[in-house]
């Protein structure tokens, strides 16, 4: 999601994350698709997965950092492991793993 410097700077007076407000969005309106965990990398301050989906016969690969709710269900997010994807239709390429 991209925004030009005028809509920062109103979302930034207003006290609002429109990063936010679209992850809100992508795990309830978004469109589910089955994903592939790759890989995951874990360091000191987050975990990082690393996974790929499917949508009308193009792969994506991406990456996501865990939440603290994820990182409780650490065992779901180990290499091979099939997850839930949620992702934007207008915009195939921006998703996240619920």
Do not use: C
Request: proline residues 5%.
């Amino acid at each position: 999601m991209r925004l030009n410097w005028f809509n920062r700077l109103i979302y930034k007076l207003r006290g609002r994350d429109p990063m936010a407000e679209y992850l809100a969005w992508l795990i309830q309106f978004g469109r589910i698709a089955e994903g592939r965990i790759l890989d995951f990398n874990h360091d000191d301050s987050m975990t990082t997965i690393f996974f790929r989906y499917n949508v009308a016969n193009v792969d994506y690969e991406t990456s996501q950092k865990l939440t603290p709710e994820q990182i409780k269900r650490a065992h779901q997010y180990i290499p091979g492991a099939v997850v839930s994807v949620r992702y934007d239709p207008k915009n195939p390429g921006s998703s996240l793993v619920t």
